[in-house]
């Protein structure tokens, strides 16, 4: 089919118009490559119309070539007039052509990886009903030792591990004294997690801080029992460490529970075979635990005939260790910004 | 706790997979201690055999080493060099001929030393990997005979495992403790010993007594209830037969000789810590127990000089003291090869009175650990009868008739009520008396029956009654009792069932929203939540009363926090020692102080007051954004602090920030804020002020010349509010229509005056306001300044005419007149 010269002349205009408007109109690097592959581009609007020359009677030809090169010629100029607006910002001109340059990135933040895991404990035990609450750092010898059956001159509360601020008062040594004040201050059902700072005299090392976080947790309702106890705390452990990980209950001795367990979870390191985390036994402690002693019961006036429950503490710091694989306490609490990014 | 495997399955009679040591040992941990060690003992001494010395010659080139002629019961008599200072003559010892292979794996072959051609070696502990002590070659007992393998006299291999013990489970520091867990109380194998027995004819008395040719006086009846001894003369000291020597080796304890080894395997045997004294030393053969003197002088069997005090109890002859009670022996009264006459102690000390002996001689031993925590008290009579005929066994000798007994014969524990409702209401079980009684009885807690001519009937309604043996002084209560039926069926036999329960009644506590909230602001500015131990030392404490930490691990922790940003400055410090100069930091976390931007928690220290808060601190400095080719590195300056400091005083919470003047110092200072330099902003709650932000001063951070300025802030977590929903209100569908305008002013006039005066005058057609420049040159006048405003305008009914909005403009700028030196510059 043949193609009249004067309709291409008019097609040849359109491109034009319309390719100046596109090309004054781009207000960056990228509208303006937008616009180039648009009207100039292999596939482009004007090579679309260059393409029809061929159609065009051969009288007419030279005529409609030499418009269509004049058009080229003036997109191209203008083009480059656009682009040369922006050079401004040199750099904007160059990512048109190398777009394997690096892109341009935010400053991230994040969370503390022990902060992380204290919320994510929080959050499981949040499913069976536990609310979570705080309390002081600084603490009476009731609330941290007498009130937990812990008498005065058990070697827990030897002045080489507490440190003492006075005659009665304390850095607490363990977040347990949130069960006698939330007991004190409520009646059951009571389920809470207390997380928070506790205090020990132990140095600065590879597995001991001096302050250290912990997270108490206290159940008691009637009726609640040694099977609750374990059924919760294996929930949480197939919650927290993936429903592959075993955990083992064994013997262990707390003033202010009875009976009184540890709870190892086989090691997520090794799964079990054996390694430095676990120190080759294939398994790690993440708890200590137990039914509440009745004692406690009686010094908060709950009737311990009545009311059972357990409790138990952990170790986030050390659960971050194990979970990341981090061989030194100590990293947690330098601030490392290169240490920190690597858990946002 | 080292436990030998071999001795607990001779005192238990282990059966079935319990032969193997790691089932053992998996069995213990899961009821009754942590077993942290299973390894071997006395493997690979195949090659080693006893060898009788025949003489003992210099060696003719070294005055150290000596030639030894030995005698392998095959005839031949060989030359063995070697090393130990002292050999006898007659006497056996281990012998690795050559070809042979030490445990380690070393081979020995004949070679010459120093010029003499050794057959071999005689080998020490340590190269028999069987203990620590290498002062010199292992001396056998004489009664072997030359030739035997070394290893089956010891009774080796055996396997050692390793306890951790809980602290209420002192009984289970011994091997018949530890049988009775996996055997039954009841049939307990004691080893019998090959000697004669004793059966004493008792002297008594309540306080004093005399017997066997000595006094023993108790003093101090309250740190010392009961105190048996027995004599036994004519003892020959020497090496312990090999069963024993290596009894104590696999139990991890040093030999010694054999009357200190025979108290040694009772204690190991029964718990029963016992004491030989040379009865000769001791002066007036005379025996008290009392208090030690200030300032009495003792030296200890470790050959330490010991100055005790009052508060420490002794054991003295008629002049001195001789041994610290329930510690450790004196030197002086040691037995040696040289003692003939032994006096044994069997005594039952009051566990505060030997933790303050032992805290006041600053040691820990194996007495003193079972005495503190508790030992049985009827234990001491068949404990001491055990040892004199051990004694006798293996040293000789003869034990004199009488044995004395010193002090009040315990009355028999009562026996402990335990209701079968009770156990399962604890443990969620539905137990019957006869799996009760099932599970206690082999480990000695007895179910006494109520009807003697009934034996099957175990309880009275509902009630059994439990005989608690003495080694068990853990056990006091009833739900110790249940403890050990929870123990005794295995924490992991328990079936897992889903339970009902009720939710807490006790509320969230606020302050982890709170947290939560500043958190997600935070991490979403690109800041990092660090933690810091939360101490610092005496140069952050400004003019406040802060807390001091008794006995701190070192100066720089010897105070609590009293505010978070100088302990963040030392993180962030960290950092710059690392080349790090972007850091963005925050923290929450508690602080300690006598005055507070608000109070949580209020104490008392020593009659000054402690007021603890939760506080939020934040360190900054270096690039705004991270390093990029397309732009210039811009740093974080006062205004990205301003903008973060508005963001968490206005929206987090609800309060207002002000810039802080000049000539306005005195409240910051005593916040603790003496790291804030100019310029500084203070947010302000109900006329409080609640949090601070601004510059860092120089001298509070060690920071390297290629540093940023560093910015910190600082706020209080109580004052963040809970997210409350707001209201939805409609936008308008109209448009904006934006006029800039141009004021001079006198520079002292505010932009946030202005700004309020703009916000006085308008209408509700405006609505917003931003400056968009400030421009100070010669061409204004002196002293005075451009402030550039962008307003926007809209109306929410209708599309704004060029009249509307010239009329506001018109009243924004006539304000501006009205009110400050202003004048409008025309563009």
């Not at chain 1, 004054?24 to 292999?42: F, I, S, T």
């Not at chain 1, 990886?113 to 204290?118: D, F, G, L, Q, Y």
């Not at chain 2, 924004?812 to 202003?822: I, T």
Request: proline share 5%; with cysteine.
């Amino acid at each position: 089919m043949t193609l009249s010269g004067a309709s291409l002349l008019d097609q040849l205009s359109a491109v034009e118009e319309s390719g100046f408007d596109a090309i004054q109109k781009a207000r960056n690097p990228d509208m303006l490559e937008v616009a180039r592959v648009h009207y100039l581009g292999r596939n482009g609007q004007l090579a679309d119309a260059m393409a029809l020359i061929a159609d065009v009677p051969s009288n007419a030809r030279r005529e409609v070539g030499q418009r269509a090169n004049a058009v080229k010629k003036g997109l191209t100029a203008a083009l480059e007039q656009q682009a040369k607006s922006f050079t401004g910002n040199a750099s904007e001109g160059v990512t048109v052509r190398d777009s394997t340059l690096p892109a341009r990135t935010r400053w991230v933040g994040g969370v503390h990886p022990v902060t992380r895991v204290i919320d994510e404990i929080c959050d499981i035990f949040a499913d069976l009903g536990f609310s979570r609450v705080q309390g002081p750092e600084i603490e009476s010898l009731w609330y941290n030792f007498s009130a937990l059956n812990i008498p005065l001159d058990h070697p827990a509360a030897d002045t080489m591990d507490t440190f003492y601020l006075d005659d009665e008062f304390v850095l607490r040594t363990h977040t347990s004294p949130m069960q006698a004040r939330v007991m004190e201050n409520h009646q059951p059902p009571v389920r809470v997690m207390v997380p928070g700072l506790a205090y020990r005299r132990d140095s600065f090392d590879p597995s001991h801080a001096p302050a250290f976080e912990q997270i108490e947790g206290l159940a008691v309702d009637e009726g609640v029992d040694f099977i609750e106890f374990r059924s919760a705390i294996r929930h949480f452990v197939h919650q927290f460490f993936g429903k592959s990980t075993e955990s083992r209950f064994r013997p262990s001795f707390y003033p202010f529970t009875e009976p009184s367990a540890e709870v190892d979870v086989s090691c997520t390191v090794c799964g079990g075979s054996g390694c430095s985390t676990c120190k080759r036994t294939g398994w790690v402690t993440i708890m200590g635990s137990g039914m509440v002693d009745p004692a406690v019961f009686e010094a908060v006036g709950y009737d311990p005939e009545r009311y059972t429950g357990y409790a138990f503490g952990m170790g986030p710091a050390r659960i971050a260790m194990v979970r990341h694989g981090i061989p030194d306490m100590r990293l947690l609490y330098e601030g490392d910004m290169a240490f920190l990014e690597q858990f946002s | 706790m080292n436990i030998s495997f071999n001795w607990i399955d001779e005192l238990a009679g282990l059966d079935g997979e319990l032969k193997s040591p790691r089932v053992l040992a998996d069995r213990l941990t899961m009821i009754a201690a942590a077993v942290e060690k299973v390894e071997t003992v006395g493997a690979g001494l195949d090659e080693i055999v006893a060898a009788k010395v025949l003489e003992v010659g210099p060696h003719p080139n070294a005055d150290r080493l000596s030639i030894c002629k030995i005698d392998r019961g095959d005839g031949l008599v060989l030359d063995v060099v070697c090393g130990a200072p002292v050999i006898v003559k007659g006497g056996l010892y281990p012998h690795i001929a050559p070809g042979g292979t030490l445990p380690g794996g070393f081979s020995i072959e004949s070679r010459k030393i120093r010029g003499e051609l050794s057959h071999g070696m005689l080998c020490s502990e340590v190269e028999l990997e069987l203990g620590r002590d290498k002062s010199g070659i292992m001396q056998l007992s004489d009664e072997i005979n030359p030739g035997v393998s070394v290893a089956n006299v010891l009774g080796f291999p055996d396997t050692r495992l390793t306890l951790d013990l809980n602290p209420n489970r002192v009984d289970l520091a011994c091997h018949i403790g530890v049988a009775r867990e996996v055997g039954h109380s009841n049939e307990i194998q004691e080893r019998v010993f090959d000697g004669p027995t004793w059966s004493p004819k008792w002297k008594d008395g309540d306080s004093r007594a005399k017997g066997a040719g000595v006094t023993i006086c108790v003093e101090m009846p309250d740190r010392c209830s009961r105190y048996m001894a027995a004599v036994v003369r004519g003892v020959r000291v020497g090496p312990s037969p090999p069963w024993l020597t290596g009894r104590l080796m696999a139990a991890g304890s040093r030999s010694i000789n054999n009357v200190v080894d025979a108290t040694n395997y009772i204690l190991l045997e029964r718990n029963q810590p016992l004491h030989a004294f040379d009865l000769t030393s001791l002066r007036r053969s005379q025996v008290s127990i009392r208090a030690a003197r200030d300032g009495e002088k003792l030296t200890t069997l470790d050959g330490e000089e010991r100055k005790l005090m009052g508060s420490a109890t002794v054991i003295a002859d008629s002049d001195r003291a001789v041994a610290l009670a329930g510690v450790m022996g004196g030197l002086d009264t040691e037995v040696t090869t040289d003692t003939v006459d032994v006096l044994i102690e069997c005594a039952a000390f009051d566990p505060k009175g030997v933790r303050e002996t032992a805290r006041v001689a600053g040691l820990s031993t194996d007495a003193s650990y079972r005495f503190e925590r508790g030992i049985d008290q009827y234990a001491q009579e068949r404990a001491l009868i055990r040892c004199v005929e051990l004694v006798l066994a293996v040293a000789g000798g003869e034990a004199d008739l009488e044995g004395v007994r010193v002090g009040i014969e315990p009355t028999p524990t009562e026996d402990l009520p335990l209701r079968i409702q009770r156990v399962n209401q604890v443990l969620g079980l539905e137990l019957e008396d006869t799996d009760v009684d099932r599970a206690l009885t082999p480990i000695g807690l007895a179910t006494v029956h109520p009807d003697s001519t009934s034996p099957d009937l175990l309880s009275v309604d509902g009630t059994m009654r439990i005989q608690v043996p003495g080694w068990r002084t853990d056990i006091t209560r009833e739900i110790d009792l249940v403890e050990e039926v929870a123990r005794r069926i295995g924490f992991e036999e328990f079936p897992e069932k889903e339970r009902r329960f009720r939710p807490s009644v006790v509320p969230n506590d606020p302050t982890v929203e709170k947290a939560a909230r500043v958190r997600r602001v935070l991490v979403s500015r690109g800041l990092f939540e660090a933690r810091s131990l939360p101490f610092m030392p005496e140069e952050y404490r400004g003019n406040r009363q802060i807390v001091a930490v008794p006995n701190p691990l070192s100066e720089a922790e010897s105070y609590l926090r009293a505010s978070m940003v100088p302990v963040l400055l030392r993180r962030l410090e960290h950092n710059f020692a690392r080349g790090n100069r972007d850091v963005r930091l925050f923290e929450i976390g508690t602080v300690f102080c006598d005055q507070q931007l608000s109070s949580t928690n209020e104490t008392d220290i020593e009659g000054a007051r402690v007021v603890e808060s939760q506080r939020v601190g934040i360190v900054l400095t270096g690039g705004r954004y991270p390093e990029h080719w397309s732009q210039d590195l811009v740093d974080v300056d006062v205004w990205d602090v301003k903008g973060l400091a508005e963001e968490i005083t206005e929206q987090l919470c609800g309060a207002r920030l002000l810039a802080v003047h000049e000539n306005d110092m005195s409240e910051l200072d005593s916040l603790g804020t003496s790291w804030l330099d100019w310029p500084r902003f203070r947010a302000v709650k109900s006329g409080k002020t609640i949090g601070v932000a601004g510059r860092v001063v120089s001298s509070s951070v060690d920071a390297p010349p290629w540093a940023a300025s560093v910015f910190g802030l600082e706020f209080e977590l109580e004052a963040v509010e809970k997210r409350l929903p707001t209201s939805y209100y409609e936008t308008s569908q109209y448009p904006a229509v934006q006029r800039d305008l141009s004021v001079t002013l006198p520079v002292e006039v505010e932009a946030s005056s202005v700004e309020k005066a703009l916000h006085d005058v308008t209408s509700d057609l405006l609505e917003s306001v931003r400056l968009f420049d400030v421009y100070e040159g010669d061409e204004l006048g002196k002293g005075r300044r451009a402030l550039g405003w962008a307003f926007r305008f809209r109306a929410s009914d209708r599309t704004l005419t060029d009249q509307d909005v010239e009329s506001e403009m018109l009243r924004l700028s006539d304000a501006l007149e009205e009110q400050f030196d202003a004048r409008i510059r025309k563009s």
